[in-house]
Structures are given as C-alpha cells and as structure tokens.
C-alpha cells in the first residue's frame, strides 16, 4: 500500500514539474532521451494524457487497496478518480498563469481527464481478464 503512495506522489510530482518548468517544448530536460523530446514537440497536447494514465492506474489500485467498501458503490469509485484527476490537471494548468513562458492550455485540461479516465478503465479491464483467468484455471 505505502509503495501505491509514493509511486502516486512521483507521479503527481512529475506532472507538476513538467507543466510548471518554464520551457515547455523540453529542450532544456536533456536527461530525457531525444526521441521522447522529439515526441514530446510534435505532440504536444497528447504528451500531457500519458502520465495522467498512469495517475488513473495508480488511483484505482490504491483506492482498491485502501477501500473495500467503495467498491461496492462502482459509480462513487470512479467519481472520486476523476475529480482527482481533474484538481490534479487544473492546478497543473492554472499554476501556469504565474510562469511568464507558460500558456495554459485549455486542451491540456481535456487530454489530461482523458488519460486519467483511460488509465483507470485500463485498471478496470486489467482486473476483468485476471478475473476471467484465475476463474478457469
């Protein structure tokens, strides 16, 4: 359980040191390889949903770790991943306001959400087929 929180607290760490830095095209990050920077540039928006499917993975297993009894309620499991989710992109986005190279970017915003939503039905579909495994086997 404790490594579900820390692995939540890098991931939400990285998001916000990569939309508050003040270059936002990652020339400057040159301990990421150059394909990523390059990948990075040419899509811009989309760079923005890939850490945020982790962020909704790691939600729902750390809520599926901590809370049995949300399970129970499916439609508040999954409310409560997204409004985290969606506080964690808007103050990424509007922590931008204050960082004169910065633009935010209401896309972002969008692409953010979607991620998270992709990340927590991946945790979803990930559990069905173990499901469906262990079941026959």
Not at 64 to 93: H, M, P, Q, Y
Not at 99 to 127: C, K, N
């Amino acid at each position: 359980m404790s490594i579900v929180i820390v692995f939540l607290l890098v991931c939400i760490g990285s998001i916000f040191y990569y939309s508050w830095i003040h270059n936002p095209g990652l020339e400057t990050e040159t301990y990421l390889p150059l394909w990523i920077r390059k990948w990075s540039n040419e899509y811009y928006n989309l760079r923005t949903a890939i850490p945020f499917v982790i962020l909704g993975y790691l939600l729902e297993v750390w809520q599926g770790l901590s809370n049995t009894a949300a399970r129970a309620n499916r439609f508040a499991f999954r409310l409560k991943t997204v409004i985290i989710i969606a506080v964690v992109v808007c103050l990424a986005e509007g922590g931008q306001f204050f960082i004169a190279t910065r633009q935010p970017d209401f896309r972002d915003v969008f692409f953010g959400i979607s991620g998270g939503v992709l990340g927590y039905l991946m945790y979803h579909l990930i559990q069905k087929i173990n499901f469906l495994f262990s079941k026959n086997a």
